[in-house]
């Protein structure tokens, strides 16, 4: 399916960067004068809708942010997008302020869904985009992009045009190499657990757990509490589970004004102070988390049940899958090497869950076909302004806007944290805005839009 007609803006990806990018258009055009055009935006997302992570989804879980860092509030607490107002439409606010502390994750995704709902705007689910193709015009000039997807239950191919794209679909799961050729149902990046923790067998089970960050805790307590005989393998490659940086001034790396101070570093001085920030949110577990596995293991220990197997200083250099007489899957061996002695033992296991963590693409693989338009320095990562704008060579017009996949050059709160996801939108809306008056055709022209110049903008857009 494709159409002629020219949008202001297709968006790959609707889950929080791609939201927080429409609520930020939303905001604006109903604070403008009635009569006006409101932005001419679809948004694609491969999914079947706006879910929060959830296939994470597990009981007790809760977010490791602020509820006030939301779609809107750090940008304007007036929007009828905030956390607190979802709470109000919901009839929840009161008996959420008794709880204190975090939202659930149960509770934030249900926010994120709601958001969708409430911007009212095109969204087409059941789509992931696959290319962004160049459109060259009669003189030269590529002014506009063709954003292809397919709709992965029918494989049918979708196409929408737009003066500027903007990728909106996050970190892709990161699977270490020797685990790659045993990739399906008994051994799984997190992402997808649950789906694949339903088709393993009924307990008890032996599961392995690789990684040491707060998802690989949760999911140890989660299987700890499925079955009381599941034998679990915590499989780290450091002393053990550390928890989060959780000071208050070095989390201030989360604030707005971080993000210009990192921009403006070079390559090299980018790098020591990701270094620094790390572990406020990476291989690392919050105080709940550590204290309950401790516990846990504590226990264990105490009743002599040797249920818990934590393998510290430990990597995974060998995977084989096993099979039954009938061919089907019946477990995984993994040979571990200690990183230090060099020691090897080997365990079976029913399942291998890998909270690996996630990558951030430089250059999302759907911007291959238009990459040698895009300007690059000399490490080869694509240049990209302060806007989140790809700089593009002479004769390529189209807006291209990296949303929430730009950590290594905005900093550490500029990617999957909600933290400034609200600025970060504002500032791609505002610059895509600009971008739109100064390039508007003659009025009444073909595919005229014309838009109010950011100057000249409210205040609180």
């Known amino acids: 399916m494709s159409s002629d007609r020219v949008h202001d803006l297709v968006v790959a990806g609707f889950g929080p960067a791609g939201i927080s990018l429409a609520v930020a258009a939303v905001d604006h055009d109903e604070a403008q004068p009635t009569g006006l055009p409101a932005l001419d935006a679809v948004f694609l997302e491969r999914a ?195 928890m989060y940086e959780l000071g208050h001034f070095s989390n201030e790396v989360y604030f707005p004004e971080e993000t210009d101070y990192f921009y403006d570093l070079d390559g090299s001085q980018r790098e020591r102070v990701f270094a620094g920030a790390k572990a406020t949110n990476y291989a690392a577990v919050d105080p709940d988390v550590s204290t309950a596995l401790y516990q846990s293991v504590y226990d264990d220990r105490l009743t002599g049940r040797k249920r818990w197997h934590i393998h510290r200083r430990t ?70 302004t302060r806007s989140h704008r790809v700089e593009t060579r002479d004769g390529f017009e189209a807006g291209v806007y990296l949303n929430g996949i730009t950590e290594w050059r905005h900093g550490i709160s500029s990617a999957t944290s909600f933290s400034v996801m609200a600025l970060k939108a504002d500032t791609i809306h505002r610059d895509l805005r600009t971008r739109l008056a100064s390039r508007a055709p003659a009025v009444g022209s073909p595919g005229t839009h014309i838009e109010t110049p950011a100057a000249e903008a409210p205040a609180n857009w």
Request: hydrophobic fraction near 40%; glycine fraction near 8%.
């Open 48 to 242: 079947a809708d706006s879910a929060w992570q959830p296939n994470l989804m597990l009981p007790g879980t809760d977010i490791q942010h602020h509820f006030l860092r939301d779609f809107a509030t750090p940008r304007d607490p007036r929007s009828r997008f905030t956390f607190p107002n979802y709470l109000v439409s919901t009839g929840r606010f009161y008996p959420f302020t008794l709880l204190g502390g975090y939202a659930s994750r149960r509770e934030w995704s249900a926010y994120v869904e709601w958001a969708a709902r409430e911007i009212g705007r095109p969204v087409e689910y059941h789509r992931e985009v696959i290319e962004v193709l160049p459109v060259p015009e009669p003189d030269g000039r590529v002014r506009s992009v063709e954003v292809v997807s397919v709709d992965p239950r029918d494989d049918s191919h979708h196409r929408h045009r737009a003066r500027n794209v903007a990728i909106s679909t996050g970190h892709q799961p990161h699977v270490p190499e020797v685990f790659r050729p045993s990739l399906g149902e008994r051994v799984f990046h997190a992402q997808e657990l649950l789906p694949r923790l339903a088709l393993l067998p009924d307990g008890p089970l032996r599961i392995a757990v690789i990684g040491a960050g707060q998802s690989a805790g949760e999911i140890l307590l989660h299987l700890a509490a499925a079955h009381p005989d599941n034998q679990l393998h915590a499989l780290t490659r450091n002393a053990g589970f550390r």
């Open 315 to 384: 990597e995974v250099t060998d995977v084989a899958v096993r099979h039954g007489s009938d061919g089907t899957t019946s477990g995984v061996s993994l040979r571990l090497t200690e990183v230090n002695t060099g020691a090897v033992e080997t365990i079976d296991v029913d399942a291998v869950v890998l909270s690996t963590g996630f990558t951030e693409p430089r250059i999302p693989s759907a911007l291959r076909p238009i990459q040698e338009y895009l300007l690059t320095d000399g490490a080869g990562d694509p240049v990209v």
